[in-house]
């Protein structure tokens, strides 16, 4: 089991994530993938087992308003639920941790559900502290 940061040349396996591991029926058009793997502010992984795509992450980079630094979002993170618990969410995290922070990021944060124990059991171990806070979501339909 490993992972890579999918680049440009990866979009056949970006376009085999969106299509087999997100939920829903309308699927991004080949087009957008490929703007989402040329933003060089958008981080894409996969956790890739015996030539298998068995999960993903994507996070986002950006600059800080209140100092000169960058910060990311952990945006999602998804595992086949036959390869939870077998490292491949630690990996993922971890592959995303180190790529950002060689990139000048100092500051990494994610949302979770309050009932997703598993994901805050994977956060808590690969270094995530809890911020102890509990938010709402808010969506703006434009």
Not at 43 to 52: C, P, V
Not at 121 to 137: C, M, P, Q, V, Y
Request: charged letters at 25%.
């Amino acid at each position: 089991m490993h992972t890579q940061k999918l680049t440009i040349s990866d979009l056949s396996t970006l376009r085999f994530i969106s299509e087999y591991l997100i939920d829903g029926d309308e699927k991004p058009s080949f087009e957008h993938l490929s703007k989402l793997l040329e933003d060089d502010r958008t981080y894409i992984f996969a956790a890739i087992d015996d030539e298998t795509v068995i999960g993903y992450a994507v996070a986002y980079r950006f600059p800080s308003l209140y100092e000169t630094a960058q910060l990311a979002y952990l945006y999602d993170i998804e595992v086949v639920e036959a390869f939870r618990k077998k490292g491949a969410g630690k990996m993922l995290v971890n592959a995303v941790r180190e790529k950002l922070k060689a990139e000048g990021v100092t500051e990494i944060w994610l949302g979770t559900g309050t009932d997703n124990a598993g994901g805050q059991a994977l956060f808590a171990a690969t270094g995530g502290i809890r911020s102890g806070e509990t938010f709402n979501d808010f969506t703006f339909t434009l």
